[in-house]
C-alpha cells in the first residue's frame, strides 16, 4: 500500500480509502459502537467526560480498552462492493456489551421505580385535592 502498487487491476494505494469508505460505522439500537485508537491520556479524558455524562443522566456506556483491533472484512469483489467490521481484540464489543447490558438493566429497575412511585404521588394528591406536582 505505501508503495502504491498495482497487481493486476488492483491498486494498492488506494486499499486504505477503500477500507476508510467501507468500514461499517453505523448506529443500530439507538446505540453507537465505536472503536477510537488513543493514547492513556486520552482515554482517561474521554472515561471522565463519559463518566460525568453518565452520573447527568444523559448516556449509559461501558469501555473495553484492548492494546489492538481486528478486522473482518466480507468481499463481493476486489475492488468493488465489501464491507470491513471493525472490533477491539480479545472481546471488544462483547465484553463491552456484559457490563453494559447490567447497568441499561439497573437503569429499567430504577426507571420502573420511580414512574411507580410518581404515580402513586399522583394518585394521593388527586385524592386529597391537591393537583398540582411538586418536584
Same mark, same amino acid.
Given at each position: 500500500?505505501?508503495?502504491?502498487?498495482?497487481?493486476?487491476?488492483?491498486?494498492?494505494?488506494?486499499?486504505k480509502s477503500i477500507v476508510t469508505a467501507t468500514s461499517d460505522y453505523k448506529k443500530?439500537?439507538?446505540?453507537?459502537?465505536?472503536?477510537?485508537?488513543?493514547?492513556?491520556?486520552?482515554?482517561?479524558?474521554?472515561?471522565?467526560? /463519559?463518566?460525568?455524562?453518565?452520573?447527568?443522566? +444523559? &448516556?449509559?456506556?461501558?469501555?473495553?480498552?484492548?492494546? *489492538?483491533?481486528?478486522?473482518?472484512?466480507?468481499?463481493?469483489?476486489?475492488s468493488g462492493y465489501q464491507v470491513h467490521f471493525i472490533d477491539g481484540a480479545k472481546?471488544?464489543?462483547? /465484553?463491552?456489551?456484559?457490563?453494559?447490558?447490567? +447497568? &441499561?438493566?439497573?437503569?429499567?429497575?430504577?426507571?420502573? *421505580?420511580?414512574?411507580?412511585?410518581?404515580?402513586?404521588?399522583?394518585?394521593?394528591?388527586?385524592?386529597?385535592?391537591?393537583?398540582?406536582?411538586?418536584?
Amino acid at each position: 500500500m505505501e508503495f502504491k502498487l498495482k497487481v493486476s487491476t488492483f491498486n494498492w494505494g488506494n486499499y486504505k480509502s477503500i477500507v476508510t469508505a467501507t468500514s461499517d460505522y453505523k448506529k443500530f439500537d439507538d446505540m453507537l459502537r465505536m472503536i477510537i485508537a488513543c493514547t492513556a491520556n486520552q482515554r482517561e479524558q474521554l472515561t471522565h467526560y /463519559l463518566d460525568s455524562c453518565f452520573k447527568q443522566g +444523559q &448516556l449509559v456506556y461501558r469501555l473495553h480498552v484492548a492494546n *489492538s483491533a481486528l478486522m473482518t472484512c466480507l468481499m463481493f469483489e476486489r475492488s468493488g462492493y465489501q464491507v470491513h467490521f471493525i472490533d477491539g481484540a480479545k472481546g471488544g464489543y462483547a /465484553l463491552a456489551a456484559k457490563p453494559l447490558k447490567e +447497568q &441499561l438493566k439497573r437503569k429499567a429497575v430504577n426507571w420502573k *421505580s420511580f414512574n411507580n412511585i410518581y404515580k402513586i404521588r399522583q394518585q394521593t394528591e388527586a385524592k386529597n385535592g391537591d393537583r398540582s406536582i411538586h418536584s
